[in-house]
């Protein structure tokens, strides 16, 4: 039996014993995190909360694994492999007392706790990745509800509406019928190409906004007036926004307002900065047929789905206004990547 040496510890038994409990205590966590990411692959969850049973069974586990350690160093010393200044029995009990017993259940107990609050760390950790990727994907269903929803708010009224003026033009004014069909097949086209995506370059929204409100002032000829302070070079012609998200504010104003020769709508759309502006007298309707109300809110969602912008609204007594923000490249590639990913798995 080795009663071992009551030397102070030198500098490189200090070294190893420091070593030894350092690669004991990451062999622990690193075993933590492979069994986690073991189970993660097969499905299984494990909750960050405390079970007396697997506290119990990590404490004992623990307990074992020192106490083998200890052992194995004892051993190392009978062979020679090691100093006997690596055991000094100042500060461990002999073998057959009861207080080195003692002595093992409290120092394992003060490591399995920091090999138990890491674990749960990790655990932490492992949940708040899962809810994460939970609510991205949340998010990108709903965003994509959000674009289908807007999809069919577009459609049926506004063909219903193009087709009733088409069908009166072609019997008044053949040549303004022919202008107005070509104006709905390019705006048409751009809808249905869009579809698979979830921006559109500037340029391309107000393209699609100059087919439609082309169409518009053919429908109500004076009582509607358009502009728009873009230049063709604008620096920002190339970013991007929502597809359809200025053709849907032109939409609303002409929906909610009202229109007449001697009081004419009037709606400009300008960059403020970073930002697209929509704005139009205000002359409100006092009953709205068909609206729902959910226009902007959708608007409002789209946003604070793909890049977390609020959508800015102002109104007046004579003036209402919305400003949209102009959306860069990283983030209409990223929604536009996604929606491609989402038309494969389809």
Same mark, same amino acid.
């Given at each position: 039996?080795?009663?071992?040496?009551?030397?102070?510890?030198?500098?490189?038994?200090?070294?190893?014993?420091?070593?030894?409990?350092?690669?004991?205590?990451?062999?622990?966590?690193?075993?933590?995190?492979?069994?986690?990411?073991? *189970?993660?692959?097969?499905?299984?969850?494990?909750?960050?909360?405390?079970?007396?049973?697997?506290?119990?069974?990590?404490?004992?586990?623990?307990?074992?694994?020192?106490?083998?350690?200890?052992?194995?160093?004892?051993?190392?010393?009978?062979?020679?492999?090691?100093?006997?200044?690596?055991?000094?029995?100042?500060?461990?009990?002999?073998?057959?007392? *009861?207080?080195? *017993?003692?002595?093992?259940?409290?120092?394992?107990?003060?490591?399995?706790?920091?090999?138990?609050?890491?674990?749960?760390?990790?655990?932490?950790?492992?949940?708040?990745?899962?809810?994460?990727?939970?609510?991205?994907?949340?998010?990108?269903?709903?965003?994509?509800?959000?674009?289908?929803?807007?999809?069919?708010?577009?459609?049926?009224?506004?063909?219903?509406?193009?087709?009733?003026?088409?069908?009166?033009?072609?019997?008044?004014?053949?040549?303004?019928?022919?202008?107005?069909?070509?104006?709905?097949?390019?705006?048409?086209?751009?809808?249905?190409?869009?579809?698979?995506?979830?921006?559109?370059?500037?340029?391309?929204?107000?393209?699609?906004?100059?087919?439609?409100?082309?169409?518009?002032?053919?429908?109500?000829?004076?009582?509607?007036?358009?502009?728009?302070?873009?230049?063709?070079?604008?620096?920002?012609?190339?970013?991007?926004?929502?597809?359809?998200?200025?053709?849907?504010?032109?939409?609303?104003?002409?929906?909610?307002?009202?229109?007449?020769?001697?009081?004419?709508?009037?709606?400009?759309?300008?960059?403020? $900065?970073? *930002?697209?502006?929509?704005?139009?007298?205000?002359?409100?309707?006092?009953?709205?047929? $068909?609206?729902?109300?959910? $226009?902007?809110?959708?608007?409002?969602?789209?946003?604070?789905?793909?890049?977390?912008?609020?959508?800015?609204?102002?109104?007046?007594?004579?003036?209402?206004?919305?400003?949209?923000?102009?959306?860069?490249?990283?983030?209409?590639?990223?929604?536009?990547?996604?929606?491609? $990913?989402?038309?494969?798995?389809?």
């Amino acid at each position: 039996m080795i009663t071992g040496s009551t030397i102070e510890p030198s500098l490189p038994v200090v070294f190893f014993r420091t070593a030894t409990t350092f690669l004991l205590f990451l062999a622990s966590c690193l075993a933590n995190i492979f069994f986690l990411l073991c *189970w993660e692959k097969k499905g299984r969850v494990v909750e960050p909360e405390f079970n007396p049973r697997r506290f119990l069974s990590g404490y004992l586990a623990t307990f074992i694994v020192l106490v083998l350690l200890h052992q194995t160093n004892l051993s190392l010393i009978e062979k020679g492999v090691l100093p006997a200044s690596f055991y000094d029995r100042h500060e461990f009990y002999p073998d057959e007392s *009861w207080l080195y *017993w003692v002595h093992m259940l409290v120092v394992t107990f003060v490591v399995f706790i920091l090999v138990y609050y890491f674990h749960n760390f990790i655990l932490l950790l492992f949940a708040k990745s899962r809810t994460e990727q939970e609510i991205s994907k949340l998010k990108m269903a709903n965003f994509e509800s959000a674009n289908q929803l807007l999809r069919q708010q577009i459609q049926p009224h506004f063909l219903f509406n193009a087709l009733n003026v088409l069908k009166s033009l072609i019997r008044k004014y053949p040549e303004t019928a022919e202008a107005y069909l070509i104006r709905l097949s390019d705006f048409l086209r751009a809808s249905l190409n869009v579809s698979k995506v979830d921006t559109a370059t500037v340029r391309e929204e107000l393209k699609l906004c100059e087919d439609y409100m082309e169409m518009q002032k053919i429908r109500f000829g004076d009582s509607l007036h358009y502009h728009v302070t873009l230049e063709e070079n604008d620096r920002h012609m190339d970013d991007y926004l929502p597809f359809f998200s200025l053709q849907s504010l032109l939409e609303n104003a002409i929906k909610h307002n009202q229109l007449t020769p001697a009081a004419p709508l009037r709606i400009e759309v300008s960059r403020l $900065g970073d *930002w697209i502006e929509v704005k139009n007298n205000l002359q409100p309707k006092n009953f709205v047929e $068909g609206s729902t109300g959910n $226009g902007l809110f959708s608007l409002k969602e789209r946003y604070r789905i793909l890049s977390g912008d609020e959508v800015g609204i102002r109104m007046t007594e004579d003036e209402f206004s919305v400003r949209i923000k102009i959306l860069n490249h990283k983030i209409a590639m990223s929604n536009q990547k996604s929606a491609v $990913g989402r038309t494969a798995d389809s």
